[in-house]
């Protein structure tokens, strides 16, 4: 997966996850608020990774 479609990833976990965990605080659906921390969790961590593959094409260049 490229750096561009790691970080595209990552933000759409990130938005989706923010959006699970408002309708889970606001329902009281505690299952689906923790389901979206971990979404948004995933998201950080697929944005980190593709930070890291440009840094690494950076690099070798």
């Known amino acids: 997966m490229s750096s561009t479609s790691d970080k595209a990833k990552g933000l759409k976990d990130e938005l ?3 959006i699970k965990q408002g ?3 606001v ?9 979206g921390v971990l979404q948004e969790k995933k998201g950080q ?6 930070d ?3 840094a690494v094409k950076k690099a070798v260049k």
């Open 16 to 18: 989706v996850g923010n």
């Open 45 to 50: 961590v697929e944005k980190a990774v593709g």
């Open 27 to 35: 329902t009281g659906n505690d299952k689906l608020h923790a389901e």
């Open 23 to 25: 309708v889970g605080k």
């Open 52 to 54: 890291t593959k440009d």
